[in-house]
């Protein structure tokens, strides 16, 4: 069983960065794929970036090029910086570790308690 704790939230300036992380319990954690997701008020839960155990990785359309997703097998933990952010980044973001099945990324059973990150002047 995974155990997953986030971290780093907090409130930014539209523009400006922040850096979430996750803690994962387990000794095998690099045998996993990694990934954040984030749940804005109203809005249906939305996969934000994954980092496969080889490190590749994939990113929703509307973060390319401003967040950067990594891990630290040796830390236990995985990152998501964040950049150029915007108002509607506003969300509480989630770890998870996804499955690959059926030709795509599958949100786990394994979530954290989620942090909020909010974007506003």
């Known amino acids: 069983q995974v155990q997953l704790v986030e971290s780093g939230g907090g409130l930014v300036q539209p523009g400006g960065s922040l850096r979430v992380s996750c803690a994962a319990s387990?000794?095998?954690?690099?045998?996993?794929?990694m990934g954040w997701y984030r749940q804005a008020p109203g809005k249906q839960r939305e996969l934000v970036a994954i980092?496969?155990?080889?490190?590749?990785?994939k990113y929703a359309d509307s973060v390319k090029g401003r967040f950067t997703i990594s891990r630290d097998n040796a830390k236990n933990t995985v990152y998501l910086q964040m950049n150029s952010l915007k108002p509607e980044d506003t969300a509480v973001y989630y770890c998870?570790?996804?499955?690959?099945?059926?030709?795509?990324?599958?949100?786990?059973?394994?979530w954290g308690q989620g942090t909020q990150v909010t974007v506003s002047s």
């Open positions: 998870n570790a996804p499955e690959w099945y059926d030709g795509s990324w599958h949100a786990s059973s394994y």
């Open positions: 387990g000794s095998i954690f690099g045998l996993y794929a």
């Open positions: 980092i496969t155990s080889g490190s590749n990785t």
